[in-house]
T-cell receptor, first 114, second 110 residues
Framework: DTAVSQTPKYLVTQMGNDKSIKCEQN?????MYWYKQDSKKFLKIMFS???????INETVPNRFSPKSPDKAHLNLHINSLELGDSAVYFC?????????????FGQGTRLTVV | GDSVTQMEGPVTLSEEAFLTINCTYT??????LFWYVQYPGEGLQLLLK?????DKGSNKGFEATYRKETTSFHLEKGSVQVSDSAVYFC?????????FGTGTSLTVIP
């Protein structure tokens, strides 16, 4: 029973297209995150939501727009894709702000922009 | 701000060798500390954690002790196996978000 699941696992698309990545968690967590992992494995926080409210919005191009329809889902929509957007995107969840327990990660979405 | 600094890799060891991956942190509050492992093509999995000073986290033969006096959380394993080949991330949280080190790639050769 997958705790944090994201779809699709692989996404190959052309420059200029718009795409979405979906994430769902069944752990009952209040906080969800999007991280970007580059080719050197460096993990960078993009967004964080707590109970459907945006609480962290790092310096990310406004072509990236997160949406949280409920606290179990956090989707990432990307407009006008660029070559530099190619990376692995990870969704994660945790018990919430103030909680100091671990984050649980999805399997990642490998985005390749050609 | 909060941050994590970990030993750069890549690290290559022979099977049954001793492993240490260094990790130090900077935090304004009292963080919880974690080691995550990422196998090829997979997401990050929690390896072990410690939530307060002097706690020792352990799992699958790996250990790390939360040292407040040296702000460190070094990962150790006494005898590595080929199956331990992966990327290891040190991380911390004070509750608002998670901060990760740059990752250390470990390859264990038979």
């Amino acid at each position: 029973d997958t705790a944090v699941s994201q779809t699709p696992k692989y996404l190959v698309t052309q420059m200029g297209n718009d795409k979405s990545i979906k994430c769902e968690q069944n752990l009952g967590h209040d906080t969800m995150y999007w991280y970007k992992q580059d080719s050197k494995k460096f993990l960078k926080i993009m967004f964080s939501y707590n109970n459907k409210e945006l609480i962290i919005n790092e310096t990310v191009p406004n072509r990236f727009s997160p949406k949280s329809p409920d606290k179990a889902h956090l989707n990432l929509h990307i407009n006008s894709l660029e070559l530099g957007d190619s990376a692995v995107y990870f969704c994660a969840s945790s018990t919430g702000t103030g909680g100091r327990t671990e984050a649980f990660f999805g399997q990642g979405t490998r985005l390749t922009v050609v | 701000g909060d941050s994590v600094t970990q030993m750069e890799g890549p690290v290559t060891l022979s099977e049954e060798a001793f492993l240490t991956i260094n990790c130090t942190y900077t935090a304004t509050g009292y963080p919880s500390l974690f080691w995550y492992v990422q196998y090829p093509g997979e997401g990050l999995q929690l390896l072990l954690k410690a939530t307060k000073a002097d706690d020792k986290g352990s799992n699958k033969g790996f250990e790390a002790t939360y040292r407040k006096e040296t702000t460190s959380f070094h990962l150790e394993k006494g005898s590595v196996q080929v199956s331990d080949s992966a990327v290891y991330f040190c991380a911390l949280t004070t509750g608002n978000q998670f901060y990760f080190g740059t990752g250390t790639s470990l390859t264990v050769i038979p």
